[in-house]
């Protein structure tokens, strides 16, 4: 195995210390561009932006992800997208997050270099041993709960959160019904970060929104450590 590069080692640490992870979906933005969104996420601290823009076509994520790669770099923040190692390439992001059916992680690897990080999705317990999961520079474990923004999500609930932190030292990412009430609980119980859609993309102030579920976050790990 390659080792990581300082680039993707250091990409691989803003995630960790990222309390919020955005993932963009136009189609559940209460009718304002992803671009705006994501704008006013960046602007309150997020420092992680995943493109997922499972409804629109494939040059309207384009579009999204060029955009939003002028503005991660201006926040320092991180671009990732969801499935598309193509857009991943085109946009120049920092990495993609693929599903358990979407390409080995090893193999995205080669194709997308060294530098790039490479998120794995987690529905269960067995996939924990699994090559890919190794191979991963993060792990997305979920739907932690209910959640109405992947039909087809697996409910996992925290018991997972709580075997893949004993189960590796990389990142972890919580996602699935995510919002400020439950933050914390997903914090409590392993995760690094919280991946969010609607909780930000839907609220009337997504700055505000991230700033919420920031202090969900890090006052569930002022916990942890008294």
Known sequence: MTEPSQERIR???????????????????????????????????????????????ARRALEVATNLRRLTRHYGALLLLDDRLD????????????????LPIALARRLMGNDAIVGLSITCSDQLASDDAAGAD???????????????????????????????????????????????????????????ISAVTQAADPAAAVRALAAAVAAAAGEARR
Do not use: M, W
């Open 11 to 57: 990409r691989r640490e803003l995630l960790r210390g990222s309390a919020v992870y955005l993932v963009t979906e136009e189609a559940l933005s209460a009718g304002r561009r992803s671009e705006s969104i994501a704008e006013a996420a960046l602007g309150a601290g997020v420092r992680v932006v995943q493109v997922r823009e499972k409804e629109g076509s």
């Open 138 to 196: 993060y792990l997305g474990v979920g739907a932690v709960f209910p959640t109405g923004s992947k039909s087809d999500a697996t409910l996992t609930g925290l018991p997972l959160l709580a075997a893949a932190r004993n189960a590796t030292r990389a990142p972890i990412v919580a996602i699935g019904g995510i919002d400020a009430t439950n933050a914390g609980l997903a914090a409590a119980a392993g995760a690094d970060s919280v991946a969010v």
């Open 87 to 102: 857009i991943a390439l085109a946009a120049d992001a920092d990495g993609v997050h693929l599903g358990q059916e979407d």
